[in-house]
């Protein structure tokens, strides 16, 4: 089956774009997350008629299909499970058109964010999602998992950004989502592909609302000698009714390796310090920051510092973007939580893990979205000693169950994929469970694209999902059935 | 997050009691390869990617596959040799990666094992002119006083790569000591590398010429090749007796800096400290560009041309991490542009002899190099690495566009005769 | 015709199990201020959502309120007004949240502050089958799960029947203006290019309306420049955007939606009533009926790639959504079977009379 699979995409292909060596395929059973998978097979498509191909071929040979973009994501959205065809977006990568005029650009999924914005900043406009990953993740991934990133605060996530989409559904058909224009007809369903983790089809192109950039741009860097002091200035800030365009907070671990990196100037002897970013026009910047000066002085501020100059502001933002990837510098292994909470709970939350820090005995390193409440806690372990693993896991359940219990969210922005799906129903009923299910169903009866990511494939409350009558599996689909 | 994982699906990590598959002592260290984290932000810098669009040919993918053999999961074999082979050896990835991996460290520590599995006809290939020739400069020399004669005889591919020699330059060593006029700011000697000192002796006499006309006492010991291609290639046996020769050699010619001229011997010549323990030697090495801008030096009274783009090797980039020294020195010549090439931090795809033995890789990026100094619109391109000057010569030569390729010495030189004459 | 009024989300599920066992058709209803969105449809009885109008929670410190599907804008505006905040939606005081959601109306403000989809974060809905769902979170940032809170707006109350929703809320700014002027649609588009703190820029037969939100002295600023770029202009502190809306006076007012580049060449083909969102892509036109003059704007909408739904009067929703028999067309069908499987929910309401 497998073998068959592989003449018919190299018929299409080419036989440089499929790889079937056993190190190649564990070279594509990871992406950014700890986990790793397995795959048959790997297709590296360099147009929409060759994704078509390839998702016809995994359907007749039984292979399901799992869409990946650079591998960058955090959550194993696009690790592959055993039977299944992994397909490669990055060669379809040609920005198609940037219409200025509309305020929007259509690309291929494959284009890295990082290159469209750089395309984008002569004209003065920008593709406004910047999660962490911006300089090597592509469009068509951060539509997947419906990416955040600092600037989300102000400018809303990858879904506020996005007019249409196109799909290879799972029958191997082309799709258009949505449209140019402002509204369209029908049912909106761009909000269940964007960050729909590669379950719904292959997207093959999209099309990006694009923003204007800001005329005035002002960064300061906070320090606090208690992160609790730096939490409380966040909460303030928001509750003012001051609109920065990114908050940012890091705790002193983190500070100290990211300085390492990026040379920004970050004060490493703080217990954490805060990135506050304002945008817009000079007289509001202006206004904003001594606002926010002022409520960082009455909360104990060590360190007040603006940088306004492009250069040092770009290389404190490196040096926040490079956190996630400088943690090995720290400690050999680490679990990333992605979780969520009021934003006016931020300093109970901080509380909570450090309970659960000092009960278990871990280190608890923080990179807080903090004016989002979303926190990134990171737990250092050393996979070599026995039992760390399960007892890292249990740490962190505490932790999500805690930041459940204050009304928030296990997953912020990094998705749900393989890590989060078994969180899903402590925040879920099994109702809400199965209309997702439902809903997935509704793109992908027989349930061949990325098979047991965000929802679990075992058990259901409710009847049957609707349609699942309507394509039977293919008989040699195997264990990614349910 | 849950340990109820689907079956296939596992945490990374090594389960406990893996045996590794490494074959020689020189293998990536597990320290190492656990460094990287594999975020991917290496991936947009590494030109084999940005051509490929393949994990197999990215730096965290050559990381992942090291991982997996010092995990007993994969062996080193041919798969595992050829994903290391694609790789230029550029670094480019070094300077993207937050958490600071060595990545080139690992990949001459993955080298050394490849060179273990090759074939032994390959193994000998590579021995015969990586081990030994380059250790013998009088046989560098020797053969290349033959290239006048076999150059128009070498398939056209070798042919563009290997420059003119001019016999009688052969004929005229550098000499061992040139003193400086008037009184020496100190002594400096000069690596004048293998192939460098045969193919492009004037590189060498220029840079003689500029340091003494800056007032240092240049000396040229006995001395062997820097090792660099050798330990790119696997051989790190050979390059640390290479490394050790020089070493003793540098240490004997008891001069206060040792000055490199190309980018890739610099580099190497750094890592002396760490590959033979020769910290003493490694600490004195300086590129040429960042020695005058440290020094200090006599501002030419003019520039020969108006405008030059300026090519940044990768192995003063990204393994040095050198970056504004020769944009400081150049921006202090009268009269002279500095123009920057469109994606400048992308390797030239010479890369040692990735050249040679990667071709089509190589002459892809060697394209798109040489369009992109041509979109300059300069007349003149600087390159301070053999390597990189052959490569942009010959894909300017494709191009059919007449850009004359210079080393930054042979600028300088220029420039000080021309006010000299002035 | 009968309207039920279930005064809890426990009430109102049993009573749509029971409509679906029954096949009892039903239409949920707010504030009835957009029920002309939307195609005919007949049903047996009406539900209505007027009980459900608590605050279930709201800490203006974070932001976002929890509200129940039949509040009225009015109400919400009020209490968010005492902290200086606001839902920025601009929909009739009368109009309940559920109601503006399901029928997707956004605000003329929307060149800034973005279309209604961008402002709730979660939802509860019961469903045409009667099963109580939740969707999205309480929280600003949330990637767990299908975006249904996405899917309800717009669905015209064929999915189910929202009874509360987590709206994100943003700080009402300090400043709000309206500099009014003469020109055309073109040096509308130039004022949206020029000016980045408009959040509304309407072109009219014979003025141009912008909307400048924001802090006091960036607004002078650009009131400044809009007054460079349109010449003698006329301010007007703290109204309404916009002032005037004379579209909705006349028998049918059509909302065309198309791309803002398209908007100059639509103008020319209706006659006055009409106002444009520049930048944005919206056209409102009011025409006197729903017969030919329609057809021929919705023949041109659609050239356009856009569509021309009437919002105002009768005349449906017109042209729009995926091809019937499509795939996507297909998948629309199940997304609606796995909400309303019997299909009690408002039918014939929907795009393609579905």
Redesign the interface.
């Known amino acids: 089956m497998i073998a068959a699979a592989r003449r018919d995409l190299e018929e299409i292909l080419g036989s440089g774009a499929v790889?079937s060596?056993?190190?190649?395929l564990?070279?594509?059973g990871?992406?950014?997350s700890?986990?790793?998978?397995?795959c048959e097979l790997v297709a590296?498509p360099s147009n929409r008629e060759q994704v078509v191909a390839c998702v016809r071929i995994a359907r007749r040979r039984g292979l399901a299909v799992v869409p990946r973009g650079?591998?960058?994501g955090l959550a194993?959205g696009s690790?592959p499970?055993?039977g299944s065809l992994v397909i490669?977006t990055?060669?379809l990568?040609r920005i198609l058109e940037i219409?200025p005029?509309?305020?929007?650009a259509w690309v291929e999924p494959?284009v890295?964010n990082?290159?469209l914005k750089r395309r984008l900043a002569p004209l003065g406009l920008t593709f406004a999602p910047d999660p962490a990953?911006e300089?090597?993740?592509t469009i068509g991934g951060n539509v997947a998992?419906?990416a955040?990133g600092p600037h989300?605060?102000a400018y809303?996530?990858t879904?506020?950004h996005i007019f249409a989409v196109e799909l290879v559904?799972a029958?191997g058909?082309v799709?258009?989502?949505g449209?140019?224009?402002?509204?369209?007809?029908?049912?909106?369903?761009?909000?269940?592909i964007?960050?729909?983790e590669g379950t719904v089809g292959v997207i093959t192109a999209v099309c990006v609302r694009l923003t204007?950039l800001?005329?005035a741009v002002q960064v300061l860097m906070l320090g606090f000698a208690t992160v609790d002091d730096a939490a409380g200035v966040v909460?303030e800030v928001?509750?003012a009714?001051?609109?920065p365009a990114a908050i940012e907070l890091m705790d002193r671990a983190i500070v100290r390796?990211?300085e390492?990196?990026?040379h920004a100037g970050y004060p490493v002897d703080a217990e954490a310090v805060v990135l506050i970013e304002l945008d817009?026009?000079q007289?509001?910047v202006d206004?904003?920051r001594q606002a926010v000066e002022q409520i960082a002085r009455s909360h104990g501020a060590t360190v007040i510092q603006a940088a306004s100059d492009p250069a040092h502001r770009a290389r404190l933002w490196k040096g926040r973007k490079?956190?996630?990837?400088?943690?090995?510098?720290i400690a050999?292994?680490?679990?990333q939580?992605d979780v969520?909470?009021?934003?006016?709970r931020l300093v109970e939350a901080l509380a909570a893990v450090r309970v659960v820090a000092r009960d278990e005995g871990l280190i608890i390193a923080h990179i807080v979205?903090a004016g989002?409440?979303?926190l990134h806690p990171l737990i250092m372990y050393d996979?070599?000693s026995?039992g760390a693993?399960?007892h890292v896991?249990a740490a962190?359940?505490r932790i999500v169950r805690a930041c459940l219990e204050m009304?928030?969210?296990?997953?912020?922005?990094?998705?749900?994929g393989?890590?989060?799906r078994?969180?899903?129903p402590l925040?879920?009923?099994a109702?809400?469970?199965?209309?997702?299910d439902?809903?997935?169903?509704?793109?992908d009866?027989v349930r061949t694209m990325n098979p047991?990511k965000?929802?679990s494939d075992v058990g259901r409350s409710?009847g049957p999902?609707?349609?699942h009558a309507?394509g039977a599996a293919p008989d040699e689909a195997g264990?990614w059935r349910r | 997050m849950s340990s109820k994982l689907p079956a296939g699906v596992r945490f990374l990590g090594a389960e406990p009691g893996a045996v590794a598959g490494w074959l020689t002592h020189d293998a990536p260290t597990d320290r190492d390869i656990a460094s990287c984290v594999g975020c991917g932000l290496c991936l947009p810098h590494c030109p084999t990617y940005r051509l490929t669009g393949d994990e197999t040919a990215s730096p965290r993918g050559r990381i992942a596959a090291m991982r997996a053999v010092s995990e007993g999961r994969a062996a080193v074999d041919a798969t595992f040799s050829r994903y290391m082979d694609l790789c230029l050896g550029c670094r480019a990835c070094e300077d993207a990666c937050p958490s600071l991996v060595p990545y080139g460290r690992l990949l001459d520590g993955a080298k050394a094992e490849v060179m273990a599995v090759r074939a032994r006809r390959a193994r000998l290939v590579r021995v015969l002119g990586l081990d030994i020739l380059l250790d013998h400069k009088w046989a560098i020399t020797a053969l290349s006083a033959y290239l006048p004669f076999v150059r128009p005889f070498l398939p056209p591919r070798l042919r563009r790569l290997v420059p003119r020699v001019s016999l009688r330059e052969l004929a005229r060593p550098i000499p061992a000591v040139t003193l400086p006029k008037g009184h020496a700011r100190g002594t400096v000697a000069v690596l004048t590398g293998c192939i460098q000192d045969s193919w492009f002796r004037p590189i060498n006499r220029a840079t003689v010429r500029v340091l003494a006309r800056n007032g240092w006492k240049v000396v040229v010991p006995p001395q062997t090749c820097c090792g660099a291609l050798t330990a790119h290639y696997g051989s790190l046996g050979a390059a640390r007796r290479m490394a050790a020769k020089n070493a003793a050699a540098f240490a004997l010619a008891d001069a206060d800096w040792i000055v490199v001229n190309s980018a890739g011997c610099s580099a190497q010549m750094k890592e002396y400290g760490e590959l033979i323990d020769r910290p003493d030697v490694a600490s004195r090495v300086r590129d040429l560009l960042e020695f005058l801008d440290e020094q200090g030096f006599e501002q030419p009274a003019g520039s020969p041309v108006a405008r030059v783009a300026l090519h940044d090797p990768c192995h003063l980039l990204h393994a040095q991490r050198i970056f504004a020294a020769p944009r400081s020195v150049l921006g202090q010549v009268p009269g002279l542009e500095v123009v920057e090439i469109a994606d400048g931090d992308r390797c030239c795809g010479s890369a040692g002899l990735y050249n040679l033995f990667e071709p089509a890789g190589a002459d892809r990026l060697m394209r798109q190099k040489a369009a992109n100094v041509a979109a300059t619109g300069c007349h003149v391109v600087l390159a301070g690495n053999p390597g990189c000057a052959v490569q942009i010569t010959a894909g300017l030569a494709e191009l059919g566009v007449d850009v004359e390729v210079l080393h930054p010495a042979e600028l300088l030189d220029r420039a000080y005769r021309r006010s000299a004459r002035g | 015709m009968e309207t039920l009024t279930p005064g809890s989300a426990a009430e109102l599920v049993d009573l749509l199990r029971a409509a679906s066992a029954d096949g009892r058709r039903l239409l949920p209803v707010g504030g009835r201020t957009h029920l002309d969105r939307g195609n005919p449809t007949v049903v047996d009885a009406e539900v209505s959502v007027g009980r459900l109008s608590r605050v279930l929670s709201y800490d203006p410190a974070e932001l976002v309120a929890t509200v129940e599907a039949g509040m009225t804008c009015g109400e919400l505006d009020a209490i968010l007004a005492e902290h200086d905040q606001e839902w920025p939606v601009d929909a009739d005081p009368a109009a309940t949240i559920g109601g503006v959601v399901a029928s997707g109306a956004s605000s003329a403000r929307r060149l800034r502050v973005g279309p209604v989809r961008d402002w709730i974060l979660g939802i509860e809905l019961a469903t045409g089958e009667g099963r109580l769902i939740r969707g999205g979170a309480h929280t600003i940032k949330n990637v767990s799960g299908y975006d249904l809170p996405r899917l309800m707006v717009g669905s015209l109350g064929t999915l189910g029947v929202l009874t509360s929703l987590d709206l994100r809320l943003r700080p009402r700014p300090l400043a709000r203006r309206t500099v009014i002027a003469s020109g055309t649609v073109r040096q509308a588009a130039a004022v949206v290019a020029a000016v980045p703190l408009a959040c509304g820029v309407l072109a009219t037969p014979d003025s141009i309306e912008v909307r400048l939100e924001g802090w006091p002295e960036d607004v002078e600023v650009e009131s400044r420049a809009v007054a460079r770029l349109l010449g003698g202009t006329f301010v007007l502190d703290d109204v309404a955007f916009p002032s005037r809306q004379p579209w909705l006076d006349v028998a049918v007012t059509v909302e065309a939606a198309v791309v803002p580049s398209a908007l100059v060449e639509l103008t020319r083909l209706v006659s006055a009533p009409w106002g444009v969102l520049a930048g944005v892509g919206i056209l409102w036109a009011g025409i006197a009926s729903a017969g030919r003059p329609l057809d021929e704007l919705r023949a041109a909408v659609s050239a356009f790639g856009g569509v021309a739904p009437v919002i105002c009067g009768p005349g449906g929703l017109g042209q729009g959504g995926p091809r019937r028999g499509s795939g996507a067309w297909a998948i629309q069908e199940r997304i609606k079977a796995a909400f309303d499987p019997v299909g009690i929910m408002a039918p014939g309401r929907f795009w393609d009379g579905s």
Request: net charge negative.
């Open positions: 790889l060596d056993p190190l190649a564990r070279l594509y990871r992406d950014a700890m986990l790793e998978g397995s590296i650079a591998g960058t194993g690790t499970l055993p490669v990055t060669r990568q219409r005029e509309d305020r929007l494959g890295l990082l290159d990953s300089a090597s993740s998992t419906n955040g989300c605060l809303g996530v879904a506020n559904l029958d058909t799709q258009s989502f449209g140019e224009g402002p509204e369209a007809g029908g049912y909106d369903l761009r909000g269940v964007i960050g729909s204007a800001p005329e909460s928001i509750a009714g001051l609109t390796v990211v390492d990196f990026a817009g026009l007289g509001g206004r904003q490079s956190a996630h990837g400088a943690i090995t510098r050999p292994d680490f679990l939580y969520v909470v009021p934003r006016t979205h989002d409440g979303n996979r070599r026995p693993l399960e896991l962190g359940e009304g928030g969210s296990i997953s912020g922005e990094h998705g749900i393989l890590e989060k078994d969180f899903m925040m879920f009923s109702a809400d469970l199965d209309l997702n439902d809903v997935r169903a509704a793109f009866p047991g965000i929802l409710h999902a609707a349609g309507a264990s």
